[in-house]
């Protein structure tokens, strides 16, 4: 009796043990090919993101190189003939005008895509000069604080750049804001970047996986990429408050 | 040219063919001007310059090879006689800022008139400064947010720190090794900086980094 009962203990014991290997192998598959699906997700955002900064940098670089000095030489030409007729000289001036239009349509779009001043210079001065124009022509005023963030690579400065130009684009769009302050604390492990705004702010319980913008998912997948966090401070009334936190 | 007076000396460079052709033709009209070369970027300018002695440039800030900012730079660096006209199709704050601190003495966007540009010419040839409307108000500003210095010695910035308080210790006839032991480096350390101030100035000597630095404000004697 005794070795029949020892006999079922451990053929319990086996099939436990048996149950347990088989759940234990299941959770580490599932595991694996979650951590692998998070993985292929981060890949696929990294390559289209990587695929549209290349794709717009080419598009800039056509208009920069071709059309831009195409179109300036037809306007310097049209401008250098002579005639006596007055008829004339008002038409070349209005074609001119036309063409002045386009040329300037064609800095504004490539800078959109990619400033000039990001890839020369870096992206404080291309913060500054996208702030400086903003604060000229919308009712937004910005202010840079403590702009001496540490060095980035060209990558993380391109998404550092399109992450703040999202939130200001975000914050004219919908906040109604006059104000914003935009903030760089570097430490030796991080880069802590806060952009606030007094506009009107917005229930975070709004904002669901379904639900989340267009503008504020680009946010999430530039700052995931860096491996980084965004933490979103916000309710109606009180303005928005972005803190985000970049490792070195 | 046969008005009696000197013509204006003037020579182009800008990468875009069809333009420079186009420029050339315009202004090579004008008789207070003499079109005496053009290039296709920094580099071939130079030599037209060297070759040429142009009084005026109309250069075109960004080019292969050796950009506006450069060519600009190294005029500068080597006290030559030659104005600088920048002329751009952008009027971007930094490329504003980095050809004047550069020592240009002129900037117009491309769509400037035959006039503007022909102004602009004399204007510098007779050592004043000329902008374009666009860049003049671009530059208020940009004095205004002290985001350009219009006294500025040509490019300091151009130098780190260290490199400053290198090239003041070179000025003071310190050895390598001394200004190794002052600045706690190894006499390697500073032979690689003193390398490098060497091609930031474009000299061959420490005697071209002396004057360079003095012509520069950077050592004040």
Request: aromatic share 6%; with cysteine.
């Amino acid at each position: 009796m005794d070795s029949y009962e020892t006999k079922i203990y451990i053929a319990i014991l086996i099939g436990a043990a048996v149950l347990g290997i088989i759940l234990l192998y299941f959770i580490i598959t599932i595991l694996k090919h979650q951590r692998r699906a998070v993985k292929f997700h981060e890949e696929k955002i990294l390559a289209e993101i990587t695929t549209l900064e290349k794709e717009r940098s080419r598009i800039v670089a056509d208009l920069h190189d071709e059309l831009g000095p195409l179109l300036s030489t037809v306007r310097m030409q049209l401008n250098s003939l002579e005639t006596p007729l007055q008829q004339d000289h008002i038409l070349i001036e209005k074609a001119s005008g036309y063409l002045d239009n386009v040329l300037m349509r064609i800095r504004e779009i490539s800078n959109d895509l990619m400033p000039q001043a990001l890839s020369r210079k870096g992206l404080i001065t291309a913060l500054l000069e996208s702030i400086n124009e903003l604060n000229e022509n919308s009712g937004l005023q910005i202010q840079l604080v403590n702009s001496t963030p540490p060095e980035f690579s060209k990558d993380k400065e391109v998404h550092i750049y399109r992450i703040i130009q999202e939130i200001i684009n975000n914050t004219i769009k919908h906040a109604g804001a006059t104000k914003m302050i935009i903030e760089m604390e570097p430490s030796t492990s991080q880069l802590r970047l806060k952009i606030s705004d007094n506009g009107c702010g917005f229930l975070l319980t709004a904002i669901t996986s379904e639900n989340t913008g267009l503008g504020l998912k680009n946010i999430m997948s530039r700052v995931d990429i860096m491996k980084g966090d965004v933490y979103l401070d916000t309710s109606p009334g009180k303005g928005t408050l972005y803190t985000i936190e970049i490792p070195l | 040219m046969l008005t009696g007076y000197t013509s204006i000396k003037v020579a182009i460079a800008d990468d875009h063919e069809p333009y420079r052709i186009g420029l050339k033709t315009m202004i090579g009209k004008s008789a207070e001007i003499e079109i005496v070369g053009d290039a296709a970027n920094g580099r071939d300018l130079l030599r037209v310059i060297d070759e040429m002695n142009p009084d005026v440039v109309l250069l075109d800030i960004l080019m292969p090879v050796m950009d506006g900012v450069e060519v600009t730079r190294h005029l500068t660096t080597k006290a030559s006689s030659v104005k600088v006209v920048a002329l751009s199709m952008f009027n971007d704050d930094h490329l504003i800022i980095d050809i004047l601190n550069a020592g240009a003495k002129g900037y117009l966007i491309k769509n400037a008139t035959k006039q503007e540009i022909l102004d602009a010419i004399k204007a510098v040839y007779y050592h004043h400064t000329y902008y374009c409307r666009s860049t003049s108000m671009k530059l208020a500003r940009l004095i205004a947010n002290n985001q350009f210095d219009p006294n500025h010695k040509v490019e300091k910035d151009i130098f780190s720190p260290k490199e400053i308080e290198i090239m003041q210790f070179i000025c003071k006839q310190m050895t390598n090794k001394e200004i190794g032991d002052r600045l706690y480096l190894s006499t390697r350390t500073v032979e690689g900086y003193r390398q490098k101030i060497v091609e930031k100035t474009n000299s061959k000597t420490t005697a071209g980094i002396v004057i360079y630095a003095i012509r520069n404000g950077i050592y004040k004697i």
